[in-house]
């Protein structure tokens, strides 16, 4: 059975830093693209980033763009996507989704699978 497991939030202040991890299991994860999303309350679910197969190419909302990175380890069946300079705008539950096609992709409807998120809270 394919399941997707995020850890790794928490609270943290202004500037700070977090890494989240989703760890895949139940299929080999280094065919398929990997997605970051995230909703804070009252709003609409929002596209983080993105990261290709084995090939790993990536790619970011602009709201994060050079605060962020995403990266995976295939060896551990393990995608990070690594926060820093984080603001209170960050707030929010953080998805993991997985895409059974290799291509990096912006929009929810294109994965497959999501796991039940971790909460990443900004705050001093």
């Known amino acids: 059975q394919l399941q997707l497991v995020e850890s790794g939030g928490g609270l943290v202040q202004p500037g700070g830093s977090l890494r989240l991890s989703c760890a895949a299991s139940g299929f080999t994860s280094d065919h398929y693209a990997f997605g970051w999303f995230r909703q804070a309350p009252g709003k609409e679910r929002e596209w983080v980033s993105c990261?290709?197969?084995?090939?790993?190419?990536?790619d970011y909302a602009d709201s994060v763009k050079g605060r962020f990175t995403i990266s995976r380890d295939n060896a551990k069946n393990t995608v990070y996507l690594q926060m820093s300079s984080l603001k209170p705008e960050d707030t929010a539950v953080y998805y993991c989704a997985v895409k059974t096609l290799s291509a990096c992709s912006r929009y929810g409807f294109r994965y497959d699978y999501w796991g039940q998120g971790t909460q990443v809270t900004v705050s001093s």
């Open positions: 990261i290709s197969n084995s090939a790993g190419s990536t």
